[in-house]
């Protein structure tokens, strides 16, 4: 089974500071890497996903996150972050079935 | 175009009683699945549909509960009778196509088993 750790459960952080929220995963085979985020009140939303090629994705809100295979991490970041930006971030991994497996949770805070 | 939705958005329960879920896909998607998150701890997936067939059900905790997906639209999940670690926020999501595809979530039913 996947194993997905991410590893600051709580980052407050000021507006305009950048941001990164680490995320590790366990596996020996091919994976798909996504990041999820959820506002408050609201579902889980695809923020970004890499599934093959460029070893950086992008999102449309400015938020970026880089596969790296060796370290088996998927780390967000965010160079300048808005308040609007305060949620909670899940990454999470599927290896050879549908199912995803997700980290316990990123909460971010953003303070003016 | 709708999203993913869930009813309720909240339930309160005693122990021992039975509660049902209900989840209604987008249009089209012929992949449903459930998620579970049980506070402080991580969303864990417990199973996915394609179209009305069960196509994994391994993370389901027991046979307390049950999934049906009928005529390969909306799903239920029941659980009876409800256990007090059954409480959490009971997440739905729905997919078309490859395993690559992106899962779109509703916004999640939270339970409350006192």
């Known amino acids: 089974a996947q194993s997905v750790t991410q590893l600051d459960s709580q980052v407050p952080v000021f507006e305009e500071a950048p941001v990164e929220l680490r995320c590790n995963y366990s596996?020996?085979?091919?994976?798909?890497l996504f990041w999820y985020v959820q506002y408050p009140n609201q579902g889980l939303q695809l923020l970004l996903k890499?599934?093959?090629?460029?070893?950086l994705v992008e999102s449309i809100n400015g938020f970026e996150a880089e596969f790296n295979k060796s370290q088996t991490s998927f780390h967000l970041r965010k160079p300048s972050v808005h308040i609007s930006d305060t949620a909670e971030y899940f990454c999470?991994?599927?290896?050879?079935?549908?199912?995803?497996?997700f980290g316990a949770g990123t909460t971010v805070t953003v303070r003016a | 175009e709708a999203g993913v939705t869930q009813f309720p958005s909240h339930s309160v329960i005693e122990k021992g009683q039975t509660v049902t879920l209900r989840c209604d896909p987008i249009?089209?998607?012929?992949?449903l699945y459930w998620y579970r998150r049980v506070m402080g701890k991580e969303i864990k997936f417990l199973l996915h549909?394609?179209?009305?067939?069960?196509?994994?059900e391994s993370g389901m905790p027991n046979n307390r509960f049950l999934a049906e997906r009928t005529g390969g639209t909306y799903s239920t999940l029941k659980v009876q009778p409800a256990e007090l670690e059954d409480s959490g926020v009971y997440f739905c999501?729905?997919?078309?196509?490859?395993?690559?595809?992106?899962?779109?979530f509703g916004p999640g039913t939270r339970l409350t088993v006192l």
């Open positions: 890499y599934l093959s090629g460029s070893t």
């Open positions: 249009s089209g998607h012929d992949n």
């Open positions: 549909f394609v179209k009305e067939s069960k196509q994994d």
């Open positions: 596996s020996s085979v091919s994976v798909y």
């Open positions: 999470a991994v599927s290896d050879r079935d549908y199912k995803l497996s």
């Open positions: 999501a729905s997919s078309q196509g490859i395993r690559s595809a992106e899962q779109f």
